[in-house]
């Protein structure tokens, strides 16, 4: 049986609920042998975080302590410059083989700016792309990101039978949740609560972020 990883990148500024279901319905939905969420070290295309990647990780590795269905990926926090997608790709492909399934995960938002990521145009060569809808996003009707869409959209019985070359859109259950809005709540005097897990509020507690 070839071997299914889904892999989910994210800033995880902080890790939050939203985060956790999409990840968990994904590999449930697609029957996944595996999903790993890999926070990125200085992500290329948007300011820099509020907190540092050592305090990302931590509470990345407070939300999955008791959580055996989810992984965590360090890489691309060790490279010790900007983590592009594509090279995580081609290092998890040397690694795996050429037979693996490997699934990147991501947001509809995500997916309507791929095309300004680097060597977007050889990501599915390398892997599939999962689109997961996302409140206030719509997939691209027109324009290059639409055509690829509909250059390689599948079904999800593609997962099993191909290592990589698919697109495949999930519906799943909405939640409004972003570390955007976290971030402002907890700036604002807000309690955060039951958006982030509680061991990743008593961090950001802690470690006094995002005030
Ligand atoms: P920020 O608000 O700081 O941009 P974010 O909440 O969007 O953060 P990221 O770490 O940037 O989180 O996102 C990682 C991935 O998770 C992206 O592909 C994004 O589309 C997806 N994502 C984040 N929150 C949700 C959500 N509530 N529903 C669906 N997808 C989400």
């Not at 697609?30 to 540092?52: I, K, Q, S």
């Not at 939300?63 to 290092?91: F, I, K, M, V, W």
């Not at 961090?203 to 972020?209: A, C, M, S, T």
Request: glycine residues 6%; charged residues 20%.
């Amino acid at each position: 049986m070839r071997k299914t990883l889904g892999i989910f990148g994210g800033t995880f500024d902080p890790v939050h609920i939203g985060h956790l279901r999409m990840a968990l319905e994904i590999k449930q939905q697609l029957h996944l042998d595996e999903m790993r969420l890999v926070p990125c070290y200085l992500p290329p295309h948007r300011p820099a975080p509020g907190a540092t990647a050592a305090q990302r990780l931590a509470m990345l590795t407070i939300a999955l302590r008791d959580c055996a269905e989810l992984g965590l990926d360090e890489r691309e926090l060790q490279r010790n410059r900007p983590s592009y997608t594509y090279d995580t790709l081609c290092e998890l492909r040397a690694e795996l083989g050429e037979q693996a399934s490997l699934c990147l995960c991501m947001g509809m938002d995500s997916f309507a700016t791929l095309d300004t990521w680097h060597n977007w145009g050889q990501l599915l060569q390398l892997a599939h792309i999962i689109v997961v809808a996302r409140p206030g996003w719509f997939l691209p009707e027109s324009g290059v990101m639409a055509e690829l869409l509909q250059m390689h959209r599948n079904n999800a019985e593609v997962i099993p039978q191909q290592a990589a070359g698919a697109i495949v859109v999930l519906e799943q259950r909405l939640l409004p949740i972003s570390a955007t809005d976290i971030r402002a709540q907890v700036q604002a005097g807000n309690s955060p609560r039951f958006l982030v897990s509680d061991g990743v509020w008593n961090y950001i507690r802690d470690q006094q972020l995002y005030q």
